[in-house]
């Protein structure tokens, strides 16, 4: 399951990547294992989500995941059982660093939002933790 030592100084962050342009328009420049601290093993975006809808309600054993909102907003409720914190996504050269020890909910979604992940493992259904309850209890046994 969980390592204690692999989760010690896990905190999801905030990273902010310049942006070039010129009167031609603008370019961000993400790379792995540079701008984002993990090698990418898979990429999707959310897209057409209503404004009233949350989405996530998970947590992870280990993967890492990068969210840019590239198109429009949204917002983040992170829990790592220490601290619970919102952040805002609204522009594209702010992104999220998620570590796999924080609970997340997407909501708040602009109409225009277009969420980009990306991930430092392939989908397994087995690294998700989608029960709270579980969630705490995996992660209060790690902070002990």
């Known amino acids: 399951m969980i390592n204690n030592d692999s989760i010690i100084n896990l905190e999801s962050k905030i990273i902010e990547v310049k942006v070039l342009g010129d009167d031609r ?4 420049v993400i790379e792995e294992n540079l701008t984002i601290p993990f090698e990418i093993k898979r990429v999707f975006y959310i897209y057409g989500t209503q404004n009233e809808v949350r989405r996530g309600f998970h947590g992870h054993f280990k993967t890492r995941q990068a969210l840019i909102s590239v198109a429009g907003s949204c917002k983040v409720h992170l829990d790592n059982l220490i601290r619970t914190q919102e952040v805002i ?13 924080d609970w997340h909910e997407m909501y708040d979604f602009s ?4 969420l980009l992940v990306l ?3 392939h989908y397994d259904s087995e690294d998700y933790i989608r029960d709270y309850k579980v969630f705490t ?3 209060s046994e790690c902070l002990k």
């Open 25 to 28: 328009g603008l370019l961000t």
């Open 137 to 139: 209890e995996v992660y």
């Open 111 to 114: 109409e225009d939002c277009v």
């Open 89 to 101: 996504l609204d522009s594209p050269q702010k992104i999220l660093i998620l570590e796999p020890n």
């Open 119 to 121: 991930a430092s493992h």
